[in-house]
C-alpha cells in the first residue's frame, strides 16, 4: 500500500524543512512527498529538493488548485494532504494502515498546537478535535482514498478557503469518513499569532459556519492575505 504526501507551499522555507523530516521519521515507508509549489521569495524551493521530494511547480493560486495539482501528480492509492506547517508523527502511517478498508475514503485526525500554546490547545480539545471526531471534518492533515478522490473531481479549485471541508462533505457521499486517533498531528500556531487569537477564531468560525453548514465560499478573507505582505 502506498501513500502519497502532498504539501502545497508558498513561502514555506521556515517550515518545510520540519515538515519532510517528520515525514521521513515514519516506521512505515512505502510513501512519495509531493511539494505543490509556487515560485516563492525564500528558499522553499531549495529545501524541497534538498530533502529529495518531487516538486510539482504551478503559479501562485488557491490551496485546492495547488492540491489538485499534486494529486495529478501521485502515484500512491492514497493522498496525505498536509500543509506545509504541520508534522507528523512516526505512526502516522503505519496506524493510519489500520483505519483503512473498502468503504472508508479518508481518515481525520486529532491536532495539537505545536508551539505549546495553551490556550490554542485548549480550543482543539474542546472544540476542533471533537468537532473533527464526530462530524468526520479534515483538518490540517488528511488521508483521502485516491480512487474516491479522482471520483468526486478533487477539490474545488475556485475556492479560496474551506476546500477542506468542502471535500469533506462530497468524500461522506461516496463512503466512510473515519477518524484515527492513535496519531496526532502537529500544527503551528503562526496564523493565530499575525492575526490575533481573537480575530482568527472568529474568522475560522465564518469559514466553518459559510463554508460547511451553508455550503457557501468565504469571501471575507483568506489566510493567503499574509503571504502579500511579505
Known amino acids: 500500500m502506498k501513500f502519497s504526501f502532498v504539501i502545497p507551499a508558498y513561502n514555506e522555507g521556515k517550515f ?15 510513501y512519495e512527498i509531493i511539494v505543490s509549489y509556487s515560485p516563492s521569495k525564500d528558499n522553499t524551493l531549495q529545501i524541497a529538493k534538498k530533502h529529495g521530494a518531487k516538486v510539482v511547480t504551478l503559479p501562485k493560486c488557491f490551496p485546492g488548485m495547488a492540491k489538485n495539482a499534486g494529486a495529478r501528480a501521485a502515484t500512491g492509492e492514497y493522498l496525505i494532504f498536509m500543509d506545509a506547517d504541520t508534522t507528523v508523527p ?19 485526525y486529532p491536532s495539537r498546537w505545536s508551539d ?12 476542533k478535535n471533537p468537532l473533527s471526531k464526530q462530524r468526520k471534518l479534515l483538518f490540517f492533515c488528511y488521508v483521502v482514498k485516491k480512487s474516491a ?5 478533487g477539490f474545488n479549485k475556485k475556492m479560496k478557503a474551506n476546500e477542506d471541508w468542502d ?18 498531528v502537529g500544527v503551528s500556531a503562526r496564523r493565530f499569532r499575525e492575526l490575533g ?11 466553518f459556519i459559510m463554508g460547511y453548514v451553508l455550503g457557501r465560499e468565504a469571501k471575507y478573507f483568506h489566510l493567503s492575505d499574509f503571504d502579500r505582505r511579505r
Open 197 to 207: 487569537k481573537l480575530k482568527s477564531l472568529v474568522v475560522y468560525s465564518s469559514w
Open 167 to 184: 471535500i469533506s462533505k462530497r468524500l461522506k457521499k461516496t463512503g466512510r469518513i473515519t477518524y484515527n486517533e492513535d496519531a496526532t
Open 90 to 108: 512516526g505512526n502516522f502511517l503505519s496506524s493510519t494502515i489500520k483505519h483503512l478498508g473498502r468503504d472508508r475514503v479518508a481518515v481525520a
Open 149 to 153: 478522490f479522482d471520483k468526486i473531481g
Open 116 to 127: 505549546g500554546d495553551r490556550i490554542l490547545d485548549m480550543f482543539s480539545d474542546v472544540v
Open 16 to 30: 518545510l524543512g520540519g515538515c519532510i523530516k517528520s515525514i521521513k521519521a515514519q516506521n512505515y515507508k512505502d
